[in-house]
């Protein structure tokens, strides 16, 4: 384990479980937050990602970063605003990081990357399971930001050697909160998830995941995909994807099996998502 993380948008749902789980596990944590907030952070810094001097200053002492401050979904601000908050946030966390000879970063992607889920024409699956080898098909700046994000870890990794998982998380929720209300929509209509292929993770499998993300199998730059074993719809998988994605190329998915290839993340971090929400 890291002796001591920086977590940027510490205040955020996933922000704050990963605060938590640190922690608990003894690690001192530094807290980026945008606006003042409580967090369980030894230290708490208020102010932007993109802010040099300030993440400079937040970085003394860390040995990781977990990095998710972003924007996190286009719409609500314009294109530009996404898209450059997004991407220079990221730029300065891990080239700040880089400079300061930081060996393990994390940075938070998206599911969202290949381009489906904020689609703005109709788009088509190429094959299933998704991977990280699918062809991306963006048309939205906040899957733009995450595949330019994605680029800087790699450059970031080749000119500091700093070695930067990103991680491509699918829609995070607590079994109390998001989660629910999302399994009865997709019990009653389905075709809201196939965007999505109906995955989702647990906020404290999406905080283990990250955690484990700062201390990889090996070195590198480093995509994977996260997510529950199992789709968040309560009808088989097979007959999911012959209604909403039919003619794409795909093995067969037995149950409600999520058409997510997660061996990766298995193989390089050892994560299998432990919480999976009990759906009807």
């Known amino acids: 384990m890291p002796a001591h993380v920086l977590v940027t948008g510490a205040a955020g749902l996933i922000g704050a479980a990963v605060l938590d789980l640190l922690t608990a596990d003894g690690v001192t944590t530094t807290a980026l937050v945008l606006e003042p907030s409580d967090t369980r952070a030894g230290r708490t810094l208020v102010g932007d990602a993109r802010d040099v001097a300030l993440v400079d200053d937040a970085l003394d002492d860390c040995d990781a970063v977990i990095h998710l401050a972003a924007i996190p979904q286009p719409g609500h ?18 080239d700040r990081a880089g ?8 940075i938070a992607s998206s599911y969202a990357i290949g381009g489906l889920p904020f689609a703005r024409r109709p788009l088509h699956m190429p094959y299933l399971p998704v991977d990280a080898a699918l062809p991306l098909q963006i048309t939205d700046p ?19 050697g700093t070695t930067v998982v990103a991680l491509r998380l699918p829609f995070v929720g607590a079994a109390d909160d998001r989660l629910g209300p999302m399994a009865e929509l997709f019990a009653q ?16 499998d999406a905080a283990r995941a990250l955690v484990m993300a700062s201390q990889p199998a090996l070195p590198g730059n ?3 995909y996260v997510a529950a074993p199992d789709t968040l719809a309560p009808q088989p ?3 999911l994807l012959d209604k909403f994605h039919p003619g794409v190329p795909r093995p067969a998915f037995p149950g409600r099996a999520v058409p997510i290839d997660l061996r990766p993340a298995r193989e390089l971090l050892g994560f299998t998502a432990a919480y999976e929400f009990p759906v009807a």
């Open 142 to 160: 906040y899957a733009l930001s995450k595949r330019t994000d994605e680029a800087t870890a790699d450059m970031i990794h080749r000119q500091y």
């Open 237 to 239: 998988t097979e007959w």
């Open 222 to 224: 480093h995509v994977l």
């Open 99 to 106: 400079r300061r000879g930081i060996r393990n970063a994390v």
């Open 189 to 204: 209509d389905p075709g809201r998830g196939a965007a999505d292929v109906w995955s989702y993770l647990d906020v404290r």
């Open 77 to 94: 601000h314009p294109d530009e605003v996404v898209f450059g908050h997004n991407t220079l946030a990221t730029f300065t966390v891990l």
